[in-house]
């Protein structure tokens, strides 16, 4: 749960969103969101153009942390993109059992 008297009477997890989007808590979220997508579009546009030569999913942030070697950072890319996914997973799945059980999560 979050800290805070105003947060504890909430009864579940989808109630929980709504309370924080009345408080006006999940603005800065939509900002950072917003931008990132509006950066994702214009990246999207300049690769149409053919000005931009990148991968899928590639927004040219944190290339310095990969191995230097080809076959390492072919294997370090197939690690992240399996690890996003089963991120979205487990967060669909947190979402889907708080919509059938009513209940907030960790669900104890």
């Known amino acids: 749960r979050f800290p805070g ?10 109630e929980a969103h709504d309370k924080m989007v009345e408080a006006g808590y999940m603005l ?7 931008t990132f997508e509006l ?7 300049k690769g149409w153009e053919q000005e931009v030569n990148r991968d899928a999913g590639d927004f040219f942030l ?13 294997d370090m890319r197939l690690k992240e993109l399996e690890n996003g996914r ?3 997973f487990a967060f669909s799945g ?14 104890f």
């Not at 008297?5 to 989808?14: P, T």
């Not at 950066?39 to 546009?45: G, M, P």
């Not at 708080?98 to 907030?104: E, L, M, P, S, Y």
Request: glycine share 8%.
């Open 28 to 34: 800065p979220f939509l900002g950072a969101i917003g």
């Open 62 to 74: 944190g290339k310095q942390f990969l191995p230097k070697e080809p076959e390492k950072e072919k």
């Open 39 to 45: 950066y994702s579009l214009w990246l999207l546009f």
């Open 94 to 107: 947190i979402v889907t059992q708080a919509a059938i059980t009513g209940k907030t999560w960790p669900f």
């Open 5 to 14: 008297d105003k947060f504890q009477a909430v009864a579940n997890s989808f």
């Open 86 to 88: 089963l991120a979205m």
